[in-house]
């Protein structure tokens, strides 16, 4: 995590915790780091985790997070992947926010615009 600074935690999990971070050179560039423990993992969880990566570098959409950069730490036994940061907050909120926004009125809240 050379190239980041930590400001604060985000969420924590079973396998890790995310981080938000800014970049060294550009520290008005926000990421989220989601370091993973990988120390806890068999071989296939491994090799999941590695793949989540490699998804994550192949998709390009506008409604999808973008994901940076992965990188192990072998001393720390952990995996980080860089990702884009979504000041917003998570998909949950922005679904529990219409909800409460919706509730009393007889029109259905529209999530996906075809």
Do not use: W
Request: aromatic content about 10%.
């Amino acid at each position: 995590m050379d190239g980041y600074e930590k400001e604060r935690i985000l969420a924590r999990g079973t396998f890790g915790t995310v981080y938000l971070c800014h970049s060294k050179r550009d520290p008005n560039k926000q990421v989220v780091i989601k370091e993973i423990s990988v120390d806890v993992f068999n071989g296939s969880d491994r090799v999941t985790a590695l793949n989540e990566a490699r998804v994550l570098g192949i998709l390009n959409h506008p409604n999808i997070i973008k994901y940076y950069d992965s990188f192990l730490n072998s001393e720390a036994s952990c995996m980080y992947m860089v990702m884009e940061y979504a000041a917003g907050g998570t998909l949950f909120d922005l679904i529990e926010k219409r909800r409460m926004n919706t509730q009393g009125s007889e029109q259905e809240p529209q999530y996906f615009k075809g």
